[in-house]
């Protein structure tokens, strides 16, 4: 896990060394489908490729299972992610006392603003 997203998702980073030659890096679902995610990432160096590609997942409530995938020819490894929907919840109060920070603020400057310009 990389950190949240502004839009509600988690971010998911899926980082491997040493490939040769290059794998194929596929995030699933829990029934094995393909699911949409940035371009891979990848780097060359002696010690053969470095990939990382990253996705964006959303509480799915009963699903929140992922999986990384890298293919070669003859050679698959894959790693599953589990994320609790509590992981999902913490996000969700973290822009709740945000939001209501910022109104606050808001407030208290429109309440100085008027007492400032009545002169109290």
Known sequence: MESYDNSGGINLVCESRGWNPEPKVLWLDREGATL??????????TE?????RRITVYDYSDSNRFYCRLLQKHHMMET????????????????????SACLIAVGLIVTAVICYKKGI
């Open 80 to 99: 599953e992610v589990i994320i609790n929907s509590k992981v999902f919840d913490a996000w969700k109060w973290s822009v709740g006392i945000s939001v």
């Open 36 to 45: 949409p995610a940035e371009d891979t990432q990848t780097h060359r160096d």
């Open 48 to 52: 053969g490729f470095s990939v990382k």
